[in-house]
């Protein structure tokens, strides 16, 4: 679980139950990012559209209600640090796309939008199979791209809601980079529709919220075990070390080198970001293939060297891209079609 990764206060933590934590939004390091969110509903024309946000065990909006759930780690800093050491803890850049993707999905349950003919003719019926495991075409021109893993495709629901999100943000210049792009006809609709709608109060300004932080009863270590994917076995079959002295050479006394290893620590974060955006295989398999490359190159003592460095850090990226799409997504498909996120 590297729990040791993460600083002793944070560590401390563990044997806690959640609910004992103490955590409130509205004391929240995130409490400032929802207020931006709200700034940016109000600059958008939505003047009475205020979902309400609440601690949750995860990213979420309840089916038919117009709330959005954030996960708990979000409301302290020592969790959130357990959190990053895990698996890569939220920056305030993809809070906020996902506070923007889930405030679609209350806007579309403030407003019972689901219900009109137009949505349907436009993003699919809401009774469309919500699975996990979706199909998906890469860079299909029908629909946004926002959240990794081409999520638009999951499900009308989720279409809507990424649809939203790309409208709301201020720096997604939506009109031009949707230009000639069938999504642009998904992307005006929200447009004219959330104008249409915004002097008007939501057809459900209240609604029931999923599990709370109060009533999260398991401590913090039993809630990471649980939810906990051992993705090591897709990856055990994996013959790197050829590979991996292709790219990197032992270390020697010719040349000024560095740690191969440490190199890829310190682009890790940013390598598996877009490899799983680009690729859509989930994030969790992919952290856990980077995490071995990098080991395996420390166990190897493969070296970078430093007037080859760049060009060794691209090569390690596009050959990880590789086995994300070759081995690791072409094994689901070809097998048994495991979730892609």
Known sequence: MQFEHAPPEARQLLPIPIRDLGLSLERSPVAELVRHLYAELEQNGLRHFRPMCYLSDEWGSPTGEPVIGIPFYLGDTRVANLEDAINDVEDEREIMMYLRHEAGHAFNHAYELYRTQEWRQLFGSTRKPYRDDYPFVPFSHDFVRYIPGWYAQKHPDED?????????????????????????????YV????????????????????????????????????????????????????????????????????????????????????????????????????????????????????TRSRNQMVELTVYITTLAMTFLLGKKRLKHRRPTR
Request: proline share 3%; aromatic share 8%; hydrophobic share 45%.
């Open 191 to 306: 447009d004219r529709i959330a104008h249409a709608l915004g002097d008007m109060p939501p057809v459900k300004s209240v609604g029931q919220t999923d599990v709370t932080v109060a009533e999260m009863e398991q401590t913090v270590e039993e809630f990471y075990r649980q939810i906990h994917v051992d993705e090591s076995p897709m990856i055990a079959d994996l013959a790197l070390d050829s590979d991996l002295t292709d790219i990197f050479p032992a270390a020697g006394e010719d040349e000024e080198t560095r740690s191969a290893a440490l190199l890829l620590r310190e682009h890790r974060r940013t390598v598996i970001d877009k490899v799983n955006y680009w690729t859509g295989v989930r994030r969790t398999l992919v952290r856990t293939l980077v995490m071995t490359i990098e080991k395996r190159l420390a166990e190897l003592e493969l070296v970078a060297v430093r």
């Open 160 to 188: 809507f809601a990424e649809t939203f999100a790309v409208w709301l943000d201020p720096t997604s210049l939506w009109e031009s980079r949707y230009a000639g792009w069938g999504a642009l006809r998904k992307l005006q």
